[in-house]
Every structure is written in C-alpha cells, then in structure tokens.
C-alpha cells in the first residue's frame, strides 16, 4: 500500500534535502560537535507535494533490526516499526500487548487535544471586579504556562482601569471544580521532587517556585494561590487568598492575557516531559468533552478518531502513574497518522530531537540517530520507552514505538536508541 507522505513540522521527512527535494533550517547549531542537525519548519502549509524515498531490500532491514531488537538489557520489551513510505509494518514484537508506558503517554494526550480543540487553541485568563471597594478576582481559565510576562500585563491593566488601590486579590478556581486534583496513583513527595504539583487551573511556570520556569525544580503545593499572590504583589496589595465561590457572571472584566496556542503549548509540555502541563491539556479536552474525567475524556476522543484502544489503561493524562497501560501498536498508529494526516501534523513539530533538545538533548551522541530520530521519552522504575519518527539517509521516513519494562533504565535507553539509530542506514 502507498501512502502519501506531508512533510509537516516536525517531521525530519523535509530534513532529507536532496532525497525530497525540500529546504530545512537547523534547529540548533551544537559548538563544537560535527553531525546531522537537528531539524524544525515553521508553520507548514496544508499541503506539500509527497516526499519519495529510495526503495530498500525490506529482509536487510529486518535482519538489521533483529539482533538490537532482542539485546537483553531491554527486559520485557514491545514494539512496532513502520514505514511511512509504504504504510508497512516492518517490525512487529508483541506490539498488540500494553505495557507500562511513562510518559509516552503525553502522545495520546496531545493527539486527543489537536483533535478535539484544534492547534490554534487558547486560554484566557481574566481579573474582575470584586464584590467590595479595593477587591479584585483572577478567573483562573486553565493557564498552567502563566508567567512573569503575563502577571505584569495584567497588573498593568487593572491599574489602567478604574478600579482604584487594589487592597484584595483572590482567584476563582471553579473551572475545575469536580477535577481530582491529586491521582490517588501519585506519590505526594512528587511534588517537591518537582514532576508535578495540585492540580489547579492557574499556574506560574507549571506550579515551580522563585522564579523557576523550567526543570525539575521543587513545585508549590497552592500554585493557584501563588498566582494570586503574584498579582497582588504586583498591585501593592496586602491580601490574597482562594475565592470562596465562583464570581458573578456579570463581574466587570478589568484585564486578560491568553496563552500561547495549543501546539505551542504542547512544545514546552513534550520537549521537557512535563506532566503539570500535560494534566492541564488533558483537563481541557475533558471540559470540551463536558466531563471531569480527563483520561476518559483522552480515550474516548481517540476512540471517535477510530484508533483501536484495546487494553489500554489510563489512570492520568501524563504518564506519572504506574498503573496506565498503552500498546506499542497505537502510539506507532497516532505517529503514522501525525506523519500522514492533517489534523495530527502538529505533534510531530513538538517531539525532542536526538542531540538536540529536551529530554533527548544528552542521548544519541555517538549514534547515526543523532539529529534525525525526533521522539518523545518515557521514564519511570524500571520503565523506559521512546516513541517517534526516523529518517533515513535514503530519504525514507519510519515511525516506531518501543516500551521497556522490567528493565534497568539507562541500559534499556541505550538499547532503544540503538534500535533507532538502525533505521538511519535504510
């Protein structure tokens, strides 16, 4: 079966200039360190013409990947790989059977979210008017990625309004009334460990403290309130706290700032693995969905997608939880449709780059994959799994999806980007 390919975004398929015939920028330029850059387009449009790879002796390819695919250093080991060139499956190892996934699980989140919301999807955050003289409400909106920027424009705002000395600042976060705000899945020291933080519906930064805006860094167990404390500094007032209650429908809008797009969101939510912001996103698809239930809303979005579910399990929308079940075979399907399909092109822009950034910026060093493997990670005990896209040196583009469990991590990633790496030479 041929299936025609778009170049989109993130798809190193356009990086293959002479195979494909298309122009790429660089994504970074790495001093001192000589091999194949890692790759990223701007905004692509609708449609481009289908990019040709050279053709290959399938039965070399496969005796290539089945040694590194057996290694036992990846334990109990499942994938699929595909060529999206032809629409094939060239490996298959119990691809069918879920396993424990990490954070691989972010790519059902963000699939579910470019269908259900759409790329250029945004959130609002506003500050009403108080019901008393000096009292100010933020309504929280779903804006995990607020930062200093944001907080200054809105203080700007309400100071150029007539709302007077602002002596109060509370925030409203009813939009996520009914949410759990901590999966029973997780573990509480997670929080200043900094993978993750309550779930609210304001945040600086993903809920990281002094002045934090990126890493592992320890979170706040109130990051709503921290946002109305930010604010009221920033207004010269002495007071902020949790509103009570919901505001007035009819409160007087005094200021509002929106977030970036949805894809840009999820750039800095994949690129860093950062589960906070992947909560966020998935509470988004479950308020659209008119529901509270955010891994239920993901799942029940991809299943009206027609992508085949079969025992899979999620008990978050990020991965941090133990206890979610994915299948090799449709993360390798969501990828292939990312590669093939309109409206899941923005996914493959937000994957990290082998060498090049985000959670893959220190692995593939001394591999062929490097600068052309673009994945999302997973880590968890004894979990490792790495799912993604692959051009080769022929101009062919692959899709693949590994999970390993049982297995020790940092000899189960090497093992993987291994097995990556292979797809280079076809």
Same mark, same amino acid.
């Given at each position: 079966m041929k299936v025609w390919s778009w170049v989109v975004g993130a798809l190193a398929l356009a990086a293959v200039g002479t195979a494909a015939g298309f122009g790429v920028t660089a994504q970074r330029e790495l001093a001192a360190l000589e091999h194949a850059p890692a790759y990223s387009l701007t905004a692509p449009p609708p449609l481009l013409a289908p990019?040709?790879?050279?053709?290959?002796?399938?039965?070399?390819?496969?005796?290539?990947?089945?040694?590194?695919?057996?290694?036992?250093?990846?334990?109990?080991?499942?994938?699929?790989?595909?060529?999206?060139? $032809?629409?094939?499956?060239?490996?298959?190892?119990?691809?069918?059977?879920?396993?424990?996934?990490?954070?691989?699980?972010k790519i059902l989140t963000s699939a579910a979210a470019l269908y259900q919301l759409g790329p250029e999807d945004t959130l609002s955050t506003a500050v009403v008017r108080g019901a008393q003289p000096g009292e100010v409400t933020i309504l929280a909106g779903g804006d995990v990625w607020l930062d200093d920027d944001a907080l200054d424009d809105l203080a700007?705002?309400?100071?150029?309004?007539?709302?007077?000395?602002?002596?109060?600042?509370?925030?409203? $976060?009813?939009?996520?009334?009914?949410?759990?705000?901590?999966?029973?899945?997780?573990?509480?020291?997670?929080?200043?460990?900094?993978?993750?933080?309550?779930?609210?519906?304001?945040?600086?930064?993903?809920?990281?403290?002094?002045?934090?805006?990126?890493?592992d860094v320890p979170r706040s167990h109130t990051p709503a309130l921290a946002v109305?404390?930010?604010?009221?500094?920033?207004?010269?007032?002495?007071?902020?706290?949790?509103?009570?209650?919901?505001?007035?429908?009819?409160?007087?809008?005094?200021?509002?700032?929106?977030?970036?797009?949805?894809?840009?969101?999820?750039?800095?939510m994949m690129r860093n693995s950062d589960n906070v912001y992947a909560e966020a996103i998935g509470h988004e698809v479950a308020l659209a969905r008119g529901t509270t239930d955010a891994p239920q809303a993901v799942l029940d979005t991809l299943a009206e997608h027609g992508l085949d579910l079969s025992g899979t399990e999620l008990a978050d929308c990020s991965g941090l939880s133990d206890t979610n079940r994915i299948a090799p075979a449709l993360l390798d399907t969501i990828l292939m449709q990312a590669a093939t399909e309109a409206p899941l092109r923005d996914l493959l822009?937000?994957?990290?780059?082998?060498?090049?950034?985000? $959670?893959?910026?220190?692995?593939?060093?001394?591999?062929?994959?490097?600068?052309?493997?673009?994945?999302?990670?997973?880590?968890?005990?004894?979990?490792?799994?790495?799912?993604?896209?692959?051009?080769?040196?022929?101009?062919?583009?692959?899709?693949?999806?590994?999970?390993?469990?049982?297995?020790?991590?940092?000899?189960?990633?090497?093992?993987?980007?291994?097995?990556?790496?292979?797809l280079r030479a076809f």
């Open positions: 990019a040709q790879g050279s053709d290959i002796d399938e039965q070399l390819l496969i005796d290539a990947l089945t040694p590194p695919a057996a290694n036992p250093d990846l334990g109990t080991f499942h994938a699929r790989i595909s060529s999206v060139n $032809t629409g094939e499956v060239v490996l298959d190892r119990n691809a069918d059977e879920p396993l424990r996934p990490a954070s691989v699980t700007a705002q309400v100071s150029a309004s007539d709302a007077g000395q602002v002596t109060s600042v509370s925030i409203d $976060t009813s939009l996520w009334d009914g949410f759990t705000e901590f999966p029973e899945t997780w573990d509480p020291e997670n929080i200043d460990a900094g993978y993750v933080a309550p779930l609210q519906p304001a945040m600086l930064s993903g809920g990281r403290m002094d002045g934090n805006t990126e890493g109305a404390q930010a604010l009221a500094y920033r207004l010269g007032a002495d007071n902020a706290s949790v509103a009570d209650a919901p505001v007035a429908e009819d409160a007087q809008v005094l200021a509002t700032v929106e977030s970036p797009t949805l894809t840009e969101r999820m750039r800095v822009d937000t994957l990290p780059v082998a060498a090049g950034e985000g $959670t893959l910026e220190t692995r593939y060093d001394d591999l062929p994959g490097r600068g052309w493997v673009r994945a999302k990670t997973g880590t968890l005990d004894e979990t490792s799994a790495l799912a993604g896209t692959v051009t080769s040196e022929a101009g062919n583009v692959y899709t693949f999806a590994f999970i390993s469990n049982d297995s020790s991590i940092l000899e189960a990633r090497r093992g993987m980007d291994e097995l990556a790496s292979v």
